[in-house]
Each structure stands twice: as C-alpha cells, then as structure tokens.
C-alpha cells in the first residue's frame, strides 16, 4: 500500500496568513490527490481532485500543486471558516490511502 | 442533486454484526461505484473496499476480507456494507462515497453523512 505522509500535523495561524500543507507519498502516483476539509462531526468535504483541481464551488484561495510524491496544499489568505483538519488522499492505486491530516486552527 | 444518505447510528455488542445503508438518489445508481471509508473516533481516515452496483462485483482491503460484505438493491438504489464479529476496535463513522470517473481520474466526489457504530458490551 502507499504510505501517504502529510505535515505538518498541526498549524495556527492567523486570518489572512498564507497556509501550506504538504503530503508526500512513499512511490509516484503522478497527479491522482486529493485534497480534503473536514469539520468535526461532518463527512470530508472535497476541495481538489487531480491535485490541483478546485471542486466547484470551493473559493479560489485554494489551491493545490505538485504531482509524483509530492504535492501540496495552499491557502493563499485564510478565513475563520477555514479551521478544520486537512486529509489528503491517493487514488493512484486501490486500496486508496490518506495522510494523517493536518489541523488547521486560527489565532 | 447526488445525495448518499445513510441509516442511523447502531450500538452492538462485541462478537454481533452490523448492517449499514446507504441510499443513492440524484444519479444513475449502476453507473457508479460505492466505496467505504471508516473513521475511528478523533482518528483518520481508513479504507474498506468496493462495490460495483451494476454488477455486484467487491472488492476488499485485506484486513476486512472475511469479515465485510458488501451487497446492493437497485431496485431501491441502495448499497449495504455489513461488518461481522465486531470488535471494540470497529468503533466508528462509517462512510459510504461514491466514485466519479471524468477526464481520466476515477475519485470520490460525493460521500454519505456517516453512521456511528458502536461496540460495547
């Protein structure tokens, strides 16, 4: 299975601040990411496919990058409504596999 | 509108069995693939298998094999994911998530609102 390794595990930062959270994969698996928000007792919710594909409806500070094993995800200027924790996910191959995510809290 | 909604939270015993729905409306129901993905309580995401509605075919991680069927009605649009000879450890949300394939990427687009189970004696 592919190990999918996300950091940092958690973040403060401040509104308005740029936020980036990195996932690595332990073998390539080109651009198959996603990118996820989940808010606590809620499904995850998805904001990137293809690594760098903005779900409709998801605002454009969003933002995702990379491919191989390492891709990354971005919020150019971050909102209170953007605490949450980040999942990322491979869909290269089955069994699909998630980081560990990483919880986002604002200052 | 894709919707996935699934049945209500279950609390079992250790050693009983546990069927969970999810009911697909919005969509051809046969044209698309059902994954399940669990959450243990404050944990990450864990991936369970497939189903193909349209043909009933599965397919399951190891560590479930023997132990989760997956089945489907469409005459009702409904996917089931049944845990037997649960243990304590199987607490968690149960997510149903349906697979969209498009411009060469076969992902999860749309997911079920999660059932809870339970196990505790």
């Known amino acids: 299975d592919i190990l999918m390794t996300q950091s940092p595990s958690s973040l403060s930062a401040s509104v308005g601040d740029r936020v980036t959270i990195t996932c690595r994969a332990s073998?390539?698996?080109?651009?198959?990411l996603i990118w996820y928000q989940q808010k606590p007792g809620k499904a995850p919710k998805l904001l990137l496919y293809?690594?760098?594909r903005l779900e409709s409806g998801v605002p454009s500070r969003f933002s995702g990058s990379g491919s191989g094993t390492d891709c990354t995800l971005t919020i150019s200027s971050l909102q209170p409504e953007d605490s949450a924790t980040y999942y990322c996910?491979?869909?290269?191959?089955?069994?699909?596999?998630f980081g560990q995510g990483t919880k986002v809290e604002i200052k | 509108q894709v919707q996935l909604v699934q049945s209500g939270a279950e609390v079992k015993k250790p050693g009983a069995s546990v069927k969970v729905s999810c009911k697909a409306s919005?969509?051809?129901?046969?044209?698309?693939?059902i994954h399940w993905v669990r959450q243990a309580p404050g944990q990450g995401l864990e991936y369970m298998g497939w189903?193909?509605?349209?043909?009933?075919?599965?397919k399951y991680i190891e560590k479930f094999q023997g132990r989760v069927t997956m089945t489907r009605d469409t005459s009702i649009t409904a996917a089931y994911m049944e845990l037997s000879s649960l243990r304590s450890d199987d607490t968690a949300v149960y997510y149903c998530?349906?697979?969209?394939?498009?411009?060469?990427?076969?992902?999860?687009?749309?997911w079920g609102q999660g059932t809870l189970v339970t196990v505790s004696s």
């Open positions: 189903i193909n509605p349209n043909n009933d075919d599965t």
């Open positions: 996910q491979q869909y290269y191959n089955n069994p699909w596999t």
């Open positions: 073998q390539g698996i080109s651009n198959s």
């Open positions: 998530v349906r697979l969209l394939c498009s411009g060469g990427h076969c992902y999860p687009d749309y």
């Open positions: 919005g969509y051809t129901f046969t044209s698309y693939y």
């Open positions: 293809a690594a760098s």
